[in-house]
């Protein structure tokens, strides 16, 4: 029986940023899922129409979602995840599932304080956003951009926009900017958990919203404790590193140390 992968996606878009993973792991044998956040489980220009599902939809209630997910599996998956999907792999490693898991970008857990000047011009507006966390917010061609895509051709920039980007909830970003001042933050990971399944932190060094030193900082945490840690960085690479051009030697890594760190991994 292949090996089964589930892919987590992050905020502002829906399962279909990992449709080239995708088709790469199941080229390589895996069955693939990648299950939707609650309420994104349509296609793109719906959700868009009406995005009235997300609101005040928190952290607590999409790693719940996926948990559950999971837990209906024959057997561990392996978990592979991007931006907010990437801090929701280390949430589920910690809480047991998953037989190993990649956080790509990852969007950091309670305890790593972010104070790069390009992760706040990148959501700055939406932190400004009054009410923000009980709201969906939406988010403009020019602060993806930013973000996102920056060094890609203005032709393929407006292309992933378009075709990818919906309207949030609010709430997922306030919970993350704010779990600092939140002892029973939904972000918390127990960084010296001993049982934690292997994992491997991938950053891109020309990332915007989640800056490569923000990920080194995640992995030196998790350094203390004797489960697995690994951290891989991409050099020229954006956030929108699992879908710009090279794309597949980030898929490659992946799978790559995924079977070196699970013996039965390979499909």
């Known amino acids: 029986m292949p090996r089964t992968v589930v892919f987590l996606h992050g905020a502002w878009v829906t399962p279909r940023c990992w449709d080239p993973f995708i088709a790469f792991f199941e080229a390589r044998g895996y069955r693939c899922l ?3 956040w609650p309420g994104k489980d349509r296609p793109v220009d719906a959700i868009r129409t009406d995005p009235s599902a997300l609101a005040g939809l928190g952290i607590a209630e ?6 559950r997910e999971i837990r209906a599996l024959d057997e561990p998956p392996l978990l592979i995840g991007h931006s907010f999907g990437g801090l929701f792999v280390q949430l589920l ?8 898991g990649v956080a790509i970008d990852p969007a950091p857990p309670r305890g790593i304080i972010v104070y790069e000047p390009t992760a706040f011009r990148s959501l700055g507006r939406i932190l400004l956003t009054w009410r923000g966390w009980r709201r969906v917010v939406r988010w403009s061609y020019r602060d993806f951009r930013y ?3 920056h060094t890609l051709p ?3 920039a407006r292309a992933a926009y378009d075709t990818q980007v919906v309207p949030e909830t609010g709430r997922v970003f306030f919970q993350g900017a704010l779990s600092v001042l939140d002892r029973h933050s939904p972000a918390t990971v127990r960084f010296a958990n001993l049982e934690r399944a292997p994992l491997l932190l991938i950053a ?4 915007h919203i989640v800056p490569a030193s923000v990920v080194r900082r995640t992995y030196r945490r998790y350094r203390s404790a004797a489960a697995i840690t690994d951290l891989r960085e991409f050099p020229g690479r954006t956030h929108w590193i699992i879908a710009e051009p090279g794309w597949e030697e980030v898929a490659r890594a ?3 140390w995924l079977e070196a760190k699970v013996p ?3 499909g």
């Open 34 to 36: 990648a299950p939707a």
């Open 62 to 67: 999409i790693v719940d979602a996926y948990e």
């Open 93 to 100: 490693l910690d809480r047991g599932l998953g037989a190993a």
């Open 147 to 149: 973000a996102f895509v």
């Open 154 to 156: 203005e032709a393929d």
């Open 204 to 207: 891109g060094t020309a990332d």
């Open 254 to 256: 992946t799978a790559e």
């Open 264 to 266: 039965d991994a390979a």
